[in-house]
């Protein structure tokens, strides 16, 4: 009986312990706009290349920060959702950095809502920023993972992102060395 209380109260204190993580991603993907315009004027769907580079700070082991910058790398005319009718506004390579708050429970998935802003030669916009992800380790810290996030820019318009990459992890010994 001592034996099994020894043993479980050590593996309790192993569980217990956390080391905060830090991690840095470089992911590529697509942004979708849904009120894109195309050269003839008219409204569609338009897709558009993006890089994407994240920085998390794993501060417990269901929480973490993180700021997260998607670069989207051509220019493009999207239809405001707000304002006046049919107000078309240019784009010219935005940049869209967001602080998120993520609960993840499990070390796969990650769950991320915050607040940021899209940067643009034309006009800013702040944004709302949702972030689903699921990374898999690969070896010695590195890690794949896979990110859809849904950004809703305030009075302008919605995107959607769909995007794969890779990410380095410092503060914790990898489990697959």
Known sequence: MLLLFTVHQTYAQEEAVFKPIHSIGLNIGHEHAFSGIDENGKKKLTVLPYWGLDYNFQFARKFAIGIHTDFVAET????????????????????????????????????????GGEFAKEEDYYL????????????????????????????????WTIGLGISKAFGKKASHE
Do not use: C
């Open 76 to 115: 493009f005319k999207v239809e405001k959702n707000a304002g006046s009718e049919n107000e078309v506004v240019e784009r010219s390579y935005p940049i869209a950095p967001a602080m998120l708050f993520f609960f993840k429970p499990t070390e796969h998935w990650s769950f991320g809502l915050g607040l």
């Open 128 to 159: 709302t920023r949702f972030a689903v992800e699921y990374g898999t380790p690969i070896r010695k810290g590195w890690e794949v993972f896979g990110v859809f996030q849904y950004d809703f820019r305030w009075d302008a318009y919605d995107t």
